[in-house]
């Protein structure tokens, strides 16, 4: 039997059942408009598998995704809508009129579209640099201000286009960094298709000493291919291995683990932090690049820090609102025992071209002797 499917099919039937009752005021007609918000979710298959011709598949990726924009935002207000009136509703009805209403329910509809134009105009601007200060407090002065770049959740595929790389790309040349790490999920779908959106990292190894590991999204299709591409260009791929930068005289360990991901194309596969240090102990400082933050317990017995992403910090409301009861180190700078964590929130974005209480981001971190 695959749960999966199950669960998948069980939960929209739910939801399903949920429009039909709680999109209020307009009569039999909820329940169309709860079967066209769910029918069009089920064509998101089509999309994954990419099986339709591209100019089809740019249509319905494009509809599919602003349905499940637009349904987040609206099962969430109808959810409070329900949490705040329903128990009034019991004690005094008539309270209850105007907000179980069809002009309540159209409001809350156009509101959620709303947010989704919103979302859609703060993805296509692209990302931004933010500087974020590492605190170091028991290594060596020579230390301080060693500067990395950190890109990560590029997603170079159907919804990040060459133009879009090229632009970060652009804004990473012109900072002062001395190394560039990416931390994964840099392209995403088919090597064939999607191989040129990415051409214009070759501009970036020609500036700076580039280090990459695997997310999870590199082992959906073309595994080999893209790890293959990334060396080819010049780029140091760590997996479950490490290297040294040298910085004033001073050495700093770069760590590199696999994605748990690659378990699914190779059983054999997946991280090993313990082996990613093998060999390179005499370091003054140690960095690992780990596409998910969650391996930080196991990490911070090793490491001073770990550069991850992702999360996409939530992405988009109401997700950014809950990221951080699955994820502890679901955004930013955080503290895990004795070393620092930083979660990228994403160079680019996934599915939904939404950021909604969040922003892409490239990442320029600063060890900053405290």
């Known amino acids: 039997m695959n749960w999966f499917l199950l669960i998948a099919v069980s939960v929209f039937l739910l939801i399903f059942v949920f429009l039909g009752f709680r999109i209020t005021g307009i009569g039999s007609n909820s329940w169309f408009m709860a079967a066209a918000f769910i029918g069009l979710i089920f064509l998101y298959p089509l999309v994954w598998y990419g099986v339709l011709p591209d100019k089809i598949d740019r249509i319905v990726r494009f509809i599919v995704h602003i349905d499940m924009g637009i349904l987040s935002s609206l099962i969430v207000f109808l959810l409070i809508r329900d ?7 019991l004690i005094k009805p008539e309270w209850s009129i105007v907000a179980f209403s069809k002009y309540t329910t159209y409001s809350l509809s156009f ?4 947010l989704l134009v919103v979302g859609f105009i703060n993805a296509k601007r692209g990302s931004r640099i933010v500087d974020v200060e590492i605190p170091v407090e028991n290594s060596p002065s020579e230390l301080d201000n060693f500067t990395i770049l950190q890109i990560s959740d590029l997603h170079a595929g159907a919804g990040i286009d060459e133009k879009y790389v090229e632009n970060v790309i652009n804004q990473s040349l012109k900072t002062n960094a001395d190394i560039v790490v990416l931390t994964g999920d840099i392209a995403d779908g088919s090597f064939e298709k ?3 959106n990415l051409k214009s990292l070759s501009r970036l190894v020609d500036r700076f000493s580039v280090y990459y590991v695997t997310g999870n999204h590199e082992y959906l299709k073309d595994s080999e291919k893209w790890i293959s591409y990334f060396k ?3 780029i140091k791929v760590l997996m479950n291995e490490n290297t040294t930068v040298h910085f004033n005289g001073k050495s700093i360990l770069l760590a590199g683990i696999i994605d748990p991901s690659a378990k699914e194309v190779n059983p054999d596969s997946g991280p090993d932090v313990k082996n990613s ?3 390179n102990y005499k370091v003054d400082y140690k960095i690992l690049l780990a596409h998910q933050p969650n391996i930080a317990k196991e990490a911070s017995e090793h ?4 550069l991850s992403g992702h999360t996409h910090a939530g992405q988009f409301f109401p997700w950014n609102l809950f990221i951080n009861i699955t994820q502890p180190y679901a955004k930013g700078l955080n503290r895990c025992d004795k070393m620092w964590v930083y979660t990228n929130s994403g160079t680019g974005y ?6 909604l209480g969040t922003r892409s981001e490239i990442t320029l971190l600063h060890l900053v002797k405290k």
């Open 194 to 196: 999607y191989e040129k």
């Open 111 to 114: 509101i959620s579209t709303l």
């Open 350 to 355: 996934w599915g939904p071209p939404f950021r």
């Open 83 to 89: 949490v705040l009136f329903v128990p009034i509703s």
């Open 277 to 279: 240090l093998e060999g």
């Open 303 to 306: 490491f001073d820090l770990q």
């Open 232 to 234: 080819s260009l010049g």
